[in-house]
């Protein structure tokens, strides 16, 4: 979610771009039937999508391009960050390639880890964070390929989400056993690490330009709220009783709105329906509202007063 806008794809033929405000479909974007699309990020003039083993640009005006073959290929890419003029891949076997958007040339190949990379964030200071299938996280420059820190969980079952706060210089990172973690680095030490889900973590996120909560969510379905400092629960939320229902006429189906429902400390999250609280796939922060997705079809945005 950027700029009031909402992009999904992963899963689908189509990405989709939403409004947040009018919950309207302003896009498609076909993907090529013979590829699947992995990962993706998108500014204000276009979207960058991992295809296969290749590269793909998609203008906002609906042209897509695709990156040469002796230039686009790398070995099997599994996340991917955008921050022009270059696009980040990690890949399978523990590297990060750096390809510039408009040479569309690999300029870099950086060897973050020795196992599969899972998860990247990049800082418009040049880092680039990467977490591994071991646990481990790795910050590197992005032009100087020299190594900054690496950032180890006390947790090394597997980090699935990561994101880096330049306001606070906080790096967050979500593990398959239900931990959260922060590091900070301007002390290059660990701030703290709580178990804040029975479950795997699945995403996280801040709003931009805030320093004061940090947004889970995982395969339990229930949205959490934790205070970035701390690492403190400060709220939960699963989705209560039907309020009102729209039809479209679209294939996209209609707009249901619903009641959030806040948690209280001591609530037991197995006798909550599933129903209210499907497994949380993705999510994003904006003012006042998080966007999040699910194994199913539906895109709920939650808005708070």
Sequence with gaps: MKMGLILTGVGDKVMRLWSAESYKCLGEYAIPHAVSLIDYDFDESKIVGLIGTRISIWRRGGQRSIFPSREGTFPKGLCLRYLDPEAVVGCEDGTVRVFDMYSRKCSRIIRMH?????????????????????????ISGLSSDERVATLRPNDRIGVKALCFNPCSSLVFAGCASGYASCWDLRKMGLLWERRVS???????????NDSSTLVVGGIDGVLRVLD??????????VMDQLVSSASSSSSLGGIEKRKGRRLSEDARIDIIPRAARPPITCLAVGMKKVVATHNGKQIRLWKFH
Excluded at 114 to 138: D, H, K, Y
Excluded at 199 to 204: F, I
């Design 198 to 208: 029975p479950n795997v973590l699945y995403s996280l996120g801040h709003m931009q």
């Design 228 to 237: 970035q400092s701390t690492g403190e629960l400060v709220s939960s939320y």
């Design 114 to 138: 020795s196992a599969p990379v899972t998860c990247l964030s990049l800082s418009g200071e040049q880092l680039i964070f990467s977490s591994s299938s071991l646990g481990s996280i790795t």
